[in-house]
């Protein structure tokens, strides 16, 4: 293995370790998405080779360019950013999850483009914006409870979990809030929708708090490939 390859297997090993010791005693193991945006092929591949299974991406045609050079790749992707409606028939193939669903309209998209490709529904999160911050996408806490009911009527899709982006710059009392808030409101429209398993919440600055709340998915970047090429 390459000294990149290297580096990588033990950023790894350290952010396994840490969701670990922050994993609450009852809980099953995260999920560990890593988040190779903006890095190569190679990236996704000493990944790989370190036993990772998941992959996100916010760009579709990036997702597509990795999996188009890495052929032996034995992988998930997940599609962690906004979904351009034109682009459902090729997302609906090649993605196992979306993270970012906040409305109907898309969602019906990637739907039909699932049943048209014979494929099973899709399983989503839907995006939820905690902090009613202008600049993000995500369904505000109050649209949850009518977002998931379209979304129940959609053939093609299954809501399976929330999904969570909070501020930048909260200390770790802000980060703990907001991923309870996220619990939460699992809990509260888990009576309505008992498939709303999952919990994807916990990035490169706040995965510990995340798990601590009782993250199911953690989408990590930064912390195993480094800083993001400009
Ligand atoms: C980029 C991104 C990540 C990973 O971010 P890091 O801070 O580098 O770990 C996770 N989730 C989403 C939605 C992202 O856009």
Redesign the pocket.
């Known amino acids: 293995m390459d000294a990149d390859g290297q580096r990588i297997e033990r950023r790894i090993e350290q952010a396994r370790a840490k969701i670990a010791a922050a994993r609450p005693d009852s809980a099953p193991s995260p999920l560990l998405i890593a988040?190779a945006?903006r890095h190569g092929a190679g990236a996704v591949a000493a990944a790989s080779r370190c036993g990772i299974k998941d992959f996100?991406e916010?760009y579709l045609q990036e997702a597509q360019a990795k999996d188009a050079a890495l052929p032996a790749l034995d992988c998930r992707w997940h599609m962690?950013?906004p979904l351009q409606s034109n682009k459902a028939a090729a997302a609906a193939r090649l993605f196992s999850w979306v993270?970012?669903i906040d409305r109907a309209k898309t969602a019906r998209r990637l739907g039909q483009a699932r049943l048209d490709a014979g494929l099973d529904p899709m399983p989503c999160c839907v995006q939820v914006n905690l902090g009613a911050e202008a600049t993000k996408a995500g369904v505000p806490p109050a649209g949850l409870g009518e977002l998931l009911a379209e979304l129940a009527a959609i053939d093609g899709v299954e809501a399976r979990g929330l999904?969570c982006?909070p501020e930048a710059g909260l200390d770790p009392d802000g980060q703990r809030r907001r991923f309870g808030e996220l619990a939460a409101l699992r809990a509260e429209h888990r009576i309505a929708h008992p498939q709303l398993e999952e919990l994807s919440m916990g990035?490169?600055?706040d995965?510990e708090q995340a798990v601590r709340q009782g993250a199911t998915m953690v989408?990590?970047?930064?912390?195993?490939?480094g800083p993001?090429p400009a």
């Open positions: 988040v945006k996100g916010n962690l950013g993270h970012s999904m982006l990035m490169s600055a995965y989408r990590l970047g930064t912390v195993l490939f993001r």
